[in-house]
């Protein structure tokens, strides 16, 4: 078996997994952020003034139209240094991705928030129940409920595009193989089967838990 | 002697408590559509009015109205003397109610709807409680008490646990009447609270408003094209054409001998339709 080295492979399954907690690490924090942050979007687009929700439909809307790596080069190479403290790329990552997804989870949220029947609004106002009741113990319960299965696809699409954090040196598994392959000039066959089957075995039960959720949900 | 004077006191009083509700000249309209005109009509404590009247009437109109979930496009909607559709100003000037002021002025009107309306996201129980404990204060235990009577009232002790999704549409409208009491509202308004219901289900409904009716005080705006119903349970049936009020009497009265013409041919309408 010329085409596969195993001391190359028990050397890189180590390096690899540690570059995949990594990669965990910022598709939770960063889908952690994208969720909140996408919710506060739609909030304030639902209840803010005209000349608020103006301005931060078009800098969403920027944000949603420009690429990612795009944005995460601003954000390290422009914003990072004139923070004056000290951030690491993987934070810079992190928040790049959070904010970007959180764009496209905030129109998520918004067609959920719609879809709650108007009946649901009048029996609040008929109850006397307070804005603050009226959003989070009926309308955002029901509104997520609905949009469950579309906010878990947009973690799993923001999983898939941690790779380009290693574009700023964050030491995501994709980094790692090609730093171990750039090094030993081989072992590419090696590097990226390995980092395939882990993303396949990290992916594929999530796939099959959010195909159980949808199914929960539509009934 | 001495029950005469307290019979005209007693008269006095309810006469110096005035209207519990009280349309003056309202305009309601949609663009160019005018639903209301200058409509006049008021209502005493503790009275059951319905409304009739054909589809696109008003009569759905004057509920959501009352409930602030429209707002007037002209004149004034008084509740208890006080000015609902608008508020008083530093000078006293009557202005246009903004959202703090209803918010007061609401809570003594509870409302039921044709579609129900529970809440899906909370069993029966937080439903009837959801309101009590964040508007009116009351603690969780005081609010589930409350709420316990009131299912019992209708019929339904044994589902405070149960999921709205999962009981009848009779069953549903008996919580929605129930959640709406909870608030112990002085008006309560009912839009058609049966026609969406299957036709074996309606009596259940009716029963427990029957019910209500008989042992509380409560004043009643009642929308409904069930005859015997609005006869047993009001004292006063206003019949709307357009928006104006073009017949009203007694439901003895106004379903037995109707004086105008488009009453009779509306009544007709409503016997052969169900
Ligand atoms: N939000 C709205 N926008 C525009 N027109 C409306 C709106 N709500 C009601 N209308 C119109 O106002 C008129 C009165 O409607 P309303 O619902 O009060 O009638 P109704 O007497 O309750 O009729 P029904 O017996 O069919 O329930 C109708 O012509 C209706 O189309
Ligand atoms: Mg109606």
Do not use: C
């Amino acid at each position: 078996m010329s085409w596969w080295n195993n001391q190359a492979a028990l050397e890189l399954f180590p390096l690899l997994l540690e570059g995949f907690r990594i990669t965990l690490l910022a598709t939770l924090l960063g889908s952690l952020l994208a969720l909140t942050l996408g919710l506060v979007f739609a909030f304030i687009d639902r209840t803010a003034p005209e000349y608020i929700r103006r301005p931060l439909g078009w800098v969403l809307q920027f944000i949603r139209f420009t690429p990612p790596i795009a944005q995460l080069f601003f954000a390290y190479y422009v914003i990072r240094p004139n923070l004056g403290i000290g951030v690491d790329a993987l934070t810079v990552g992190i928040v790049v991705l959070g904010v970007h997804y959180a764009t496209y989870n905030a129109e998520i949220y918004r067609a959920g928030i719609e879809g709650v029947p108007k009946g649901q609004w009048e029996a609040v106002t008929a109850l006397s129940l307070p804005q603050g009741r009226a959003w989070f113990g009926v309308i955002l319960p029901q509104a997520i409920r609905r949009v469950l299965p579309s906010l878990g696809n947009n973690v799993i699409i923001l999983f898939k595009e941690v790779p380009v954090l290693s574009a700023i040196a964050v030491t995501e598994m994709v980094r790692v193989g090609k730093e171990y392959t750039s090094d030993h000039f081989a072992f590419y066959i090696e590097a990226f089967t390995i980092a395939g089957l882990i993303y396949l075995v990290a992916s594929y039960p999530t796939s099959l838990l959010m195909r159980k959720l949808e199914v929960r949900l539509g009934n | 002697m001495a029950t005469d004077t307290t019979a005209a006191q007693v008269e006095t009083d309810t006469q110096a408590l005035g209207p519990v509700v009280n349309f003056d000249k309202v305009v309601k309209r949609y663009g160019e559509l005018t639903v209301l005109d200058e409509l006049d009509f008021s209502v005493k404590p503790g009275e059951r009015v319905t409304l009739i009247g054909p589809s696109g009437s008003g009569k759905t109109t004057i509920l959501r109205l009352l409930m602030t979930l429209e707002k007037v496009t002209d004149g004034v909607i008084w509740v208890e003397g006080e000015p609902l559709s608008h508020m008083r100003d530093s000078g006293g000037e009557l202005v246009p109610a903004n959202e703090a002021y209803l918010r007061q002025m609401r809570k003594r009107i509870g409302m039921v709807f044709q579609q129900f309306n529970l809440f899906p996201n909370m069993n029966v129980l937080r439903n009837i409680t959801e309101a009590p404990v964040h508007v009116l204060g009351l603690s969780k235990d005081e609010a589930a008490v409350r709420a316990r009577e009131l299912l019992e009232l209708v019929g339904l002790s044994d589902k405070e646990n149960a999921h709205p999704s999962k009981l009848s549409g009779g069953q549903q409208q008996r919580v929605a009447i129930a959640r709406a009491l909870a608030m112990r509202p002085d008006i309560l308004l009912l839009d058609e609270v049966t026609s969406a219901l299957d036709p074996e289900l309606v009596a259940d409904v009716q029963n427990v408003l029957r019910d209500i009716a008989s042992s509380t005080d409560i004043t009643m705006l009642i929308v409904t094209h069930e005859m015997h119903f609005a006869r047993d349970v009001s004292q006063r049936v206003l019949m709307f054409d357009k928006g104006k009020i073009i017949e009203e009497g007694t439901p003895e009265r106004l379903f037995s001998e109707p004086r105008e013409e488009r009453t009779q041919k509306f009544l007709r309408a409503v016997l052969e339709g169900r």
